[in-house]
């Protein structure tokens, strides 16, 4: 059974502080690992797909980046319009499209 | 405004009503699902629609009835719900491997 398990689950910050959030994950063949990034309220919106080990892909200040076993998204300099909820989800194959989701890391960051 | 478009944005029913969810999509994809969030608990697949054919039930409660009338519809229809099934429903679509999500409907099931 695919797992994805998502640390740490709450992160403060103050404005200009960097840091990173941890994806783990199990699956039996990764097909793709996802971010999405979830405002209160709304639905998640979607960031990057990372498919193989070593990948890396970049928007304004967040860095998502890929091994065989985990995946980090880092923060550079965050704002406070950068708190959400940040969400990652695996797409083990199969025949259908199926996104299994981690439970989030919430990211506040203050002025 | 999003490509996924769901309504009501709330809803509250008592466990013996019957109401329906809608959801809409304007992205021109043939994949739609239905999720539900709960509180501390990671997104949970409940259905997949691809061209309007289930192809995915995640052993759902049968409480929950999905519709998929064309591509770019999905009803979720409740029934006889319970406390516990109160959540945010999110609708997605894809067209491929990415889900774009709407903004989902608060369920409240007193």
């Known amino acids: 059974e695919d797992q994805v398990t998502q640390s740490p689950e709450a992160l403060r910050l103050q404005e200009g502080e960097s840091s990173s959030l941890n994806c783990s994950y199990t699956?039996?063949?990764?097909?793709?690992l996802f971010w999405y990034r979830q405002d209160p309220g709304k639905g998640p919106e979607f960031l990057f797909t990372?498919?193989?080990a070593g990948e890396e892909k970049e928007k304004e200040r967040l860095k998502a980046t890929l091994t065989k076993k985990e995946s980090f998204l880092h923060i550079t300099a965050p704002k406070p319009e950068d708190s959400a909820t940040y969400l990652c989800?695996?797409?083990?194959?199969?025949?259908?499209?199926?996104?299994?989701f981690g439970k989030g890391t919430l990211l506040t960051v203050n002025p | 405004e999003t490509g996924v478009t769901q309504t009501p944005r709330h809803l509250v029913m008592g466990m013996t009503n019957k109401k329906s969810l809608k959801c809409e999509q304007h992205?021109?994809?043939?994949?739609m699902y239905w999720y539900k969030q709960s509180a501390k608990k990671p997104l949970e697949l409940m259905f997949v629609?691809?061209?309007?054919?289930?192809?995915e039930n995640n052993s759902v409660p049968s409480r929950f009835s999905p519709e998929c009338p064309n591509s770019s519809h999905l009803f979720l229809h409740l029934h006889t719900l319970q406390p516990e099934d109160s959540a945010l429903y999110l609708c997605?679509?894809?067209?491929?491997?990415?889900?774009?999500f709407g903004s989902g409907t608060q369920l409240s099931v007193l």
């Open positions: 997605a679509s894809s067209q491929g491997q990415t889900a774009f």
């Open positions: 699956v039996s063949g990764l097909r793709g």
């Open positions: 990372l498919y193989s």
């Open positions: 989800a695996v797409d083990s194959g199969g025949s259908n499209y199926k996104l299994t």
């Open positions: 992205l021109g994809h043939n994949a």
């Open positions: 629609y691809n061209f309007k054919e289930q192809t």
